[in-house]
């Protein structure tokens, strides 16, 4: 009968320490995604720009690509690519800022969603030559709290 409880007592010792693993993992996991989400949502509306973390992928192969000597075919390619990627992530972005309330106002969320369909129309436009210009030009450096200006819209839950 004592073993039976040690086995249960050890057993319960074992599911809580899985429990509280799993938790942990996961809300790594989440607090990583949602970063990335709301920055990726701070540099295309408050910056107008394509988000780093987008471009990231995309920079690597162009490196690669031109160290083999690339032809307009393989850049036209690669920035045909870059953009379907990033008008797929805007659009994702643009549904999760319709159907998710992460804002104090209907106004601010109503500004986000104009700004980032106003985003995805430029970028429609863009060629493939454009493409690669932006893949060429260095990632932005994070912008200071000095260089913030009164109009951003902000994201942080803390304002």
Known sequence: MG???LGFIAFSIFLALMTYWINQITAKYVTRILNVRFTSLEQIVNDKRIPDAWL???REKLVKVRANGANDTQLSRLGQKAQQRCLTKVEGLIKYATEVNFTDTRATKAVIIKELKAQRDV???MDWQAWIAVLDAPEAPPKTEDESSEEDVSLS???
Do not use: L, V
């Open 3 to 5: 073993y039976i409880i």
């Open 56 to 58: 990231g992928p995309f």
């Open 123 to 125: 970028w429609e436009t």
């Open 157 to 159: 839950p803390n304002a």
